[in-house]
């Protein structure tokens, strides 16, 4: 069983917001991992565009910066992926897991439409 389920996606406007939810399959708690969200284009392992520590403090690529913000409520087990002005190239599916990762969940499909 994968270890988390994501929710959330959809299909956009360029230029609109998402927001993605991750929440733990098992009921584990999160507070004491780094959480990330991973985005993977076909053909591509997925990679990581958000991580964010127990204690929230946030890293993000460069591509992302500014436009997406993760964030973890650790009394409610769960991690968000808030994406503004989405792009075209930001179509992907999304991924929830620990930093590093642990097995791979369905994911969250993205499309953004140019």
């Known amino acids: 069983q994968a270890p988390f389920v994501e929710s959330g996606g959809g299909l956009v406007q360029s230029g609109g917001s998402l927001r993605l939810s991750c929440v733990p399959s098992?009921?584990?708690?999160?507070?004491?991992?780094?959480m990330a969200w991973y985005r993977q284009d076909p053909g591509n392992e997925p990679e990581v565009v958000a991580s964010?520590?127990?204690?929230?403090?946030?890293y993000y690529k460069d591509f992302v910066k500014g436009r997406f913000t993760i964030s973890r409520d650790n009394a409610k087990n769960t991690v968000y992926l808030q994406m503004d002005n989405l792009k075209p190239e930001d179509t992907a599916v999304y991924f929830c897991?620990?930093?590093?990762?642990?097995?791979w969940g369905q994911g969250t499909q993205v499309t953004v439409a140019s």
């Open positions: 098992e009921g584990k708690g999160l507070s004491f991992f780094v």
């Open positions: 964010v520590t127990s204690h929230g403090n946030a």
């Open positions: 897991n620990e930093v590093p990762h642990r097995a």
